[in-house]
C-alpha cells in the first residue's frame, strides 16, 4: 500500500478521493505530511474523505496521527503520519439503544415521582 502524501499546494478533495480510494482498496489508508499548510490540507481532506466513506459506502473510520521521520535529499525530516483505519466499538445506534436500556420508561419515572414521600419533595417556602 503507498504512502498518500500531502504538500500545501494539494487539491483537498483529490486527496479525499484517494483517502477513501486506497481505504476501500486496502481496508486501512495512511496519509503524511510535512509543514502546516500540507497537515491542514490532509486534515480538510481526511473530514471529507470520512463523509464519502460513511455516505457512499457505510463505513465509520476513525483516525490515528503519528509522528514519522522521514529521509528528503540526505536531511532527516518529522513528518505527520495519518493513519485511517475502520472505527472499532459500536455505532452510534448501537449506543443510543444501550443507553436507553440504563433508564426506565418514561411513564415509570412519571409514577415514581408521584409515589415520592412528601418529605423528599421541595418546599417552595424554604427558600424565602
Known amino acids: ?3 498518500i502524501k500531502v504538500s500545501a499546494r494539494s487539491r ?3 486527496v479525499a478521493g484517494a483517502i477513501a480510494g486506497v481505504f ?3 481496508g486501512r489508508a495512511e496519509v503524511q505530511a510535512i509543514g502546516a499548510g500540507a497537515v491542514n490540507q490532509s486534515v480538510k481532506a ?3 474523505a470520512t463523509s ?3 455516505e457512499r459506502d457505510g463505513i465509520d473510520v476513525a483516525c490515528v496521527p503519528e509522528f514519522v521521520d522521514v529521509e528528503i535529499e540526505d536531511k532527516v525530516r518529522t513528518a505527520i503520519k495519518l493513519v485511517v483505519e475502520r472505527k472499532e466499538g459500536g455505532s452510534s445506534d448501537e449506543l443510543d439503544e444501550l443507553d436507553q436500556l440504563d433508564q426506565p420508561p418514561e411513564d415509570e419515572v412519571e409514577k415514581q415521582l408521584m ?3 412528601e418529605s423528599d419533595l421541595l418546599d417552595p417556602s424554604a427558600f424565602d
Open 52 to 54: 464519502y466513506l460513511k
Open 12 to 14: 483537498t478533495s483529490a
Open 115 to 117: 409515589d415520592a414521600p
Open 1 to 3: 500500500m503507498d504512502v
Open 24 to 26: 476501500r482498496e486496502h
Open 46 to 48: 481526511l473530514v471529507l
